[in-house]
């Protein structure tokens, strides 16, 4: 896939703003979802997403979308750091498949990086459950400003 693509309506992250998949929110307001990534490289991981811009990725996002979302993606990773106390923090988004973009939603990765703790590599292994995500979504939640 190449950076200049069309929007696919059915691409998994518009299925979750829909209600069509589960997911497991952090936030929610009525242009941004914050949620924990089904296949988390570390503990903690989770995605920021918009969720009115159809925007695929950086290059085609409108600024006034862009804005919200990354300062959603503040909020998000400082609650983060709060919750979980990571030694550091990676803020990741992929442009195109050859960048390593797996769903074409423009979308930011708040990954928490553990010293002594391997990142796992981006989209491999297998998902979490919602079991497992839950209670580190809890505590996530609860340090959101």
């Known amino acids: 896939m190449s950076l200049q693509q069309t929007y696919d309506p059915d691409n998994i992250f518009a299925k979750i703003i829909r209600g069509e998949m589960p997911s497991v929110k ?28 159809e925007a695929v990725n950086f290059l085609d996002v409108e600024p006034e979308a862009l804005n919200e979302l990354i ?20 803020i990741v988004q ?16 708040v990954l928490p990086v553990y010293e002594g703790v391997v990142v796992a590599a981006h989209a491999s292994g297998k998902p979490a459950s919602h079991e497992e995500l839950e209670p580190i979504a809890q505590s996530i939640r609860k340090a959101i400003r």
């Open 71 to 90: 300062g959603a993606t503040q909020v998000v990773a400082a609650a983060v750091e709060k919750a979980l106390k990571p030694d550091g923090l990676r």
């Open 26 to 53: 952090l936030m929610e307001t009525d242009n941004i979802l914050a949620f924990m990534d089904v296949f988390p490289q570390s503990k903690g991981h989770c995605l920021v997403i918009h969720k009115k811009s």
């Open 94 to 109: 992929f442009n195109g498949a050859r960048a390593g973009q797996t769903v074409f939603h423009l979308h930011f990765h």
